[in-house]
Each structure stands twice: as structure tokens, then as C-alpha cells.
């Protein structure tokens, strides 16, 4: 039973306890319905006798006769009068019965094939002048006998009706019941499976119309939660590649000029050739302890940025007023290679970033292009209402060199030896904008770089 399906389980259920319920009434019927009549017709007889004790108190004693003759016409019953010298007899049922005893009879359920058929009642009467009149009131038990013949007669019928109804009525039931549970086993497994047009149909405003929705918003949510999760496990996947990427080229970019250090105090140590005069060559040395000492600030400060996974708040950042006092750091540079920046913002320019992200971007992109730009070149930088950007006159990047621009501490060819610049700038700018959902482009323009940001 317990690896059995849902509905043929429910099916026998319910028709067992309709079966159970069948037995039990149709056993009711033909052990305790005589019974219940039987005790019913004697109450009813005494009920009778004292009708009519009480009309006889009433009545003369020469019409008492008359009267109980009525009595037992009207009710359907013999009464049997006993006198000192003769017995009388007034008959109200269709027939006579002459008793050999004056005792009380009742009519045996158990046995109705060899008792007679009436019920007898023996009792004392009482006339108006205060006489005694003793009778015997007898009632017929045919219509008990025949009730009782009919119903075993009818018993088998009914009963084999009952069964056949129990049984269309627990099959319809059971299909009935069991439908819209079968339904959501299926819908579930689809849930299950992670099927995203799995639904539950509401047609009705009951329990399981209420079930079946609030389902569905369990599911939706779960499904939408399911999908941030997937989400994020993608950005931590392509953050861990990052951390790998990332910690690999930081340690390929200290690896050399600490080799390059190694050597240089090695010959220093070993007085080798003109790296006697120790005098110059530490302070090399210390130049280059200071340029490591700024690469490993860089590689820690862009690992800082990694981990704050959390999204500023969003705020309106005034493109032009931002723009100007980032410049005023760069004055010196700008000045010293005589550069000429055109602002093409227009008024009321507004950016929505966390105010700390826009300026990691912005700072790091205008010091590319002051670093980058030609002696006597031109910045440009614009933005409206869809989009922001920075130009600078400088040699084009290739194709190849595009590709690689934005990896960490990518540098081309010609900028590799400059001392200004670690590879990072780009990578940070990058990082940035994914987290904070914006879109860039870096492209090439005639006799130059364009960064924009939409």
C-alpha cells in the first residue's frame, strides 16, 4: 500500500469507508428496524388504553359498550371485555383471533413464523360509577411482517446498489481529489529540473488555487534568486582568474628589476670594473628601491580595489567641475610639455557613479593621456547627456596592441623603458566600470587615442 499511486490508494480508501458505512446501515435496517417498530406499536397501544380509560370515565355505563367499540373501529384494534357471566369481543381489525390465555402477548421478532401475529395488552378499565372491567387490547403485527419480508426482499438489491454507487462515487471522487495534486507532482519536477516556463494553472479561489500561486511566487523568486547566484559565482570565477592573472604579472614585474637590483649590489660588493665608484651606483640603487617601493604600492592598492566587491552609492557627479580639479594635479606636466587642453563639456553635464570609482577612472585616464600625449599636443575632452570621453594627439595603437591594453601591467613597446607608468592604469579603469555596469570604448582616431565612456 505505501508504494502504491496516489489516486488507486485514494480510490480504496474511500470506497472502503463508503463500503464500511453501506454495511453498517443496511445492518441497522434489518436487525433493529422490527425492534424499533415493535416498541413503538406498544407504546402507542398504552398510549391508546389511556385514551380510552379516559372517554370511559366519562361516558354512562350503557354507552360504555358503544364507545369502546368505536374506539377500536377508529384505531384498528380488538378489545376483549371479560364479565362475570360472558365475554365480549368489539372487533376493529379485519379479524378475530380467540386467545387461550388472558396474559400479555407480544409479538416475538426472532421468531415470527411460529407466534401469532398481534400484540396483546391486558388491562384493567374503569367505569364512571367506579366498576372494573377487564379487557384485553389486541393490535395486528402483520404490517411488522410484511415490513420485515419487504426489506429482506429489497436488502440485496439496495446493497448491490450501494456497492456499484460506492464504487462510481470513489472513482469519481478519488480522480476529483487526486487531479490537482497529480498536476503539481508534474509541475514540480519541472520545478525540479529548473524549468523556467514551469507554472502552476490558477482556476479556482480555494486552498489549492491559493496554493498553487503562492507556488509560483515561490518559484519565481527562487528562480530569480538562483540566477543572482549563478551570477555572482560567474563574477567570482572571472575575479579569482583575475587574482591569478593579476598576481602572476605583479610577480613577473618585481621579478626583474629586483634581479636587476641583485646584480648591481653584487658588482657593487665584488668591486667590479666601474662599480667601484659605490657613491654613484647606490644612488642608482636607491632609485630603483623607490621605483619598486611605488610598483608594489600600485599592485597593493589595485588589490584593494579587487576585494571591495561592494557597489557605491550612485551619485550626480558634475563632469566639468570634477574634470578641473583633477587637471590642477597634472598642471606641472601639462605646462612642462606644453600641452593644450580643450574642454568640450557641456553645461550641466552629469555622470551617475560612486563618487570614489569616478574618480580612480577619471584621475587614471587623464593622467594616460597627459602621459601619453605628443610635446605641443592637444586633450580633448567632452561629454553630454549619453556620453563622456577623452582624447589625446599620440602615435595610434595597433590592432595587437588593443587586444592586451587593458591586461595588467600591459605596457607597448614604446613606453615599456619609460619610467613613468606600471601597466595598471587601464586594468583599474576597467575593473571599475564592469563593477559599476558601464559600457567603454578605446579606439583609435586619426593621430590619436579616443576613451569613451556611455
Not at 111 to 122: A, D, L, Q, R, T
Not at 232 to 249: N, Q, Y
Not at 261 to 270: A, H
Not at 283 to 305: F, H, P, R, W, Y
Request: aromatic share 10%; hydrophobic share 40%.
Amino acid at each position: 500500500m505505501k508504494k502504491m499511486k496516489l489516486l488507486p490508494k485514494t480510490f480504496i480508501y474511500t470506497f472502503s469507508m463508503l463500503l464500511i458505512i453501506n454495511l453498517s446501515l443496511h445492518f441497522m435496517i434489518y436487525f433493529f428496524y422490527p425492534k424499533v417498530y415493535l416498541n413503538r406499536v406498544e407504546h402507542r397501544m398504552e398510549t391508546q388504553i389511556g385514551q380510552l380509560q379516559k372517554k370511559l370515565k366519562k361516558t354512562e355505563n350503557d354507552q360504555a359498550g358503544k364507545v369502546m367499540l368505536n374506539f377500536a373501529r377508529k384505531n384498528q384494534l380488538n378489545i376483549s371485555v371479560k364479565t362475570e357471566r360472558s365475554q365480549k369481543t368489539y372487533q376493529g381489525m379485519d379479524f378475530q383471533i380467540n386467545l387461550p390465555t388472558w396474559e400479555d402477548i407480544v409479538f416475538s421478532v426472532e421468531n415470527m413464523e411460529n407466534k401469532p401475529s398481534v400484540i396483546v395488552k391486558k388491562c384493567v378499565l374503569e367505569e364512571k360509577n367506579g366498576g372494573k372491567i377487564k379487557a384485553l387490547v389486541m393490535c395486528s403485527a402483520k404490517p411488522l411482517k410484511e415490513a420485515t419480508d419487504m426489506i429482506e426482499f429489497l436488502l440485496p438489491v439496495t446493497f448491490s446498489s450501494s456497492i456499484l454507487f460506492s464504487i462510481l462515487f470513489a472513482w469519481f471522487y478519488s480522480k476529483k481529489i487526486t487531479n490537482p495534486i497529480v498536476k503539481m507532482s508534474k509541475v514540480t519536477t519541472d520545478m525540479k529540473n529548473r524549468n523556467p516556463d514551469a507554472a502552476f494553472l490558477v482556476q479556482t479561489k480555494d486552498e489549492m488555487g491559493i496554493l498553487a500561486e503562492q507556488m509560483n511566487e515561490v518559484y519565481s523568486c527562487l528562480l530569480e534568486t538562483i540566477q543572482k547566484l549563478d551570477e555572482e559565482k560567474l563574477k567570482m570565477v572571472e575575479m579569482e582568474k583575475a587574482k591569478t592573472v593579476f598576481l602572476r604579472s605583479a610577480s613577473h614585474e618585481l621579478k626583474t628589476p629586483l634581479a636587476g637590483l641583485r646584480i648591481l649590489l653584487e658588482n657593487m660588493q665584488y668591486n667590479i670594473g666601474k662599480y667601484k665608484d659605490r657613491d654613484q651606483y647606490l644612488g642608482e640603487a636607491i632609485v630603483m628601491v623607490d621605483q619598486l617601493n611605488d610598483m608594489v604600492k600600485n599592485i597593493l592598492d589595485t588589490s584593494k580595489l579587487q576585494e571591495n566587491l561592494i557597489e557605491e552609492e550612485k551619485t550626480e557627479i558634475v563632469l566639468k567641475e570634477k574634470t578641473e580639479k583633477i587637471l590642477q594635479k597634472f598642471e606641472f606636466q601639462i605646462i612642462e610639455k606644453q600641452i593644450e587642453v580643450i574642454m568640450e563639456i557641456k553645461e550641466g553635464t552629469v555622470i551617475m557613479m560612486g563618487q570614489e570609482d569616478f574618480d580612480h577612472v577619471w584621475s587614471n585616464l587623464l593622467s594616460n593621456a597627459v602621459c601619453y600625449t605628443d610635446n605641443e599636443g592637444k586633450i580633448r575632452i567632452g561629454g553630454d547627456e549619453k556620453s563622456v570621453w577623452i582624447e589625446n594627439s599620440c602615435k595610434p595603437l595597433t590592432r595587437e596592441q588593443l587586444q592586451y591594453i587593458f591586461e595588467p601591467f600591459f605596457r607597448t613597446d614604446e613606453t615599456r623603458n619609460k619610467k613613468n607608468g606600471n601597466g595598471l592604469g587601464l586594468y583599474v579603469v576597467r575593473e571599475i566600470l564592469k563593477k559599476e555596469g558601464k559600457k567603454w570604448k578605446f579606439e583609435p582616431i586619426e593621430n590619436g587615442m579616443r576613451f569613451i565612456i556611455g
